[in-house]
């Protein structure tokens, strides 16, 4: 993710009687307003995560952030004094190799 937009709004509690509860193809209930296809709750079971959907504001702090380059691999080890001795290998049901 290189850019986020960052507001508040007051948090609310939320009628259920308002809203629609049905299940998506990917396996998340999904809560719409009544009527409409206005989708405001994504619920995934398997990844415990619950979303309340609401419209970004026009005072908004969006913050980009350059992607950074990708860092070279010896390089890095070298720097953190990397040794082949941190690493054990070792087969299930045998002793360390």
């Known amino acids: 993710m290189t850019q986020i ?17 049905e299940w998506n193809r990917n396996g998340n209930l999904e809560g719409c307003r009544k009527g409409t296809k206005d989708k405001r709750f994504v619920w995934q079971p398997h990844g415990s995560q619950f979303t309340i959907v609401e419209e970004v504001r026009e005072k908004t702090l969006v913050l980009k952030l350059k992607k950074p380059e990708p860092l070279d691999r010896d390089n890095v080890l070298k720097v953190i004094g990397f040794d082949k001795s941190w690493i054990t290998i070792q087969k299930k049901d045998s002793k360390p190799i």
Do not use: Q, S
């Open 5 to 21: 937009a960052v507001f508040e709004f007051e948090t609310i509690r939320y009628d259920p009687e308002l809203y629609e509860f």
